[in-house]
């Protein structure tokens, strides 16, 4: 059975398609309360991982804003956390695949059907659980219930190690 894919879109696409979610990224943080030097700081880290999706600077894109949002103030504002959620993972997705995919060829949308079914499955259950955690209660936890966090959390660390380590 033979497959036509057609033509496709330039790989170009991908990395012009960071800059425009990184835009959006920086609209969010434009509308909490985030200062003009400090954007402009990420345009200049979007600029340079647009055009190398393969450096260091696709993670400072993705990391740079969550920082950003912690000196705005003092309550978060769901609304833009949430929307961060949604644009800094489609980042850390169209950078991993901009980053493999050469830049003179060619990207056919069926390739691209999969990761976004993944993405959208991700996404449904990361804003389903953000969505938990806006109806916890405020205030103090109780120092029991943090032991016991942390005792869960070191585990999950100590299973995926020994997870890992079978593997590999």
């Known amino acids: 059975m033979r497959v036509e894919l057609g033509a496709g879109w330039p790989a170009w696409v991908l990395r012009a398609s960071i800059a425009v979610v990184a835009?959006?990224?920086a609209g969010v943080l434009a509308l909490n309360g985030v200062e003009w030097p400090a954007l402009a700081v990420y345009g200049g880290l979007v600029v340079v991982a647009a055009a190398?999706?393969?450096?260091?600077?696709?993670?400072l894109i993705i990391g740079y804003p969550a920082a950003a949002m912690v000196f705005t103030g003092d309550e978060p504002a769901w609304p833009g956390v949430f929307a961060l959620i949604v644009l800094l993972h489609l980042l850390h997705v169209l950078s991993a695949y901009a980053?493999?995919?050469?830049?003179?060829?060619?990207?056919?949308?069926?390739?691209?059907?999969?990761?976004?079914?993944?993405?959208?499955?991700?996404?449904?259950?990361?804003?389903?659980?953000?969505?938990?955690?806006?109806?916890l209660p405020d205030g103090r936890?109780?120092?029991?219930?943090?032991v016991v966090?942390?005792?869960c959390v070191v585990g999950l660390v100590v299973g995926v190690v020994l997870l890992l380590r079978r593997k590999g």
Do not use: W
């Open 23 to 25: 835009a959006a990224v």
């Open 52 to 59: 190398i999706p393969a450096s260091a600077a696709v993670a």
């Open 99 to 135: 980053a493999v995919v050469p830049a003179g060829s060619r990207v056919h949308l069926d390739a691209l059907r999969a990761p976004a079914k993944r993405f959208a499955a991700v996404q449904l259950c990361v804003l389903a659980l953000a969505g938990v955690v806006l109806l």
């Open 141 to 146: 936890t109780d120092e029991a219930v943090e």
């Open 149 to 151: 966090g942390l005792a």
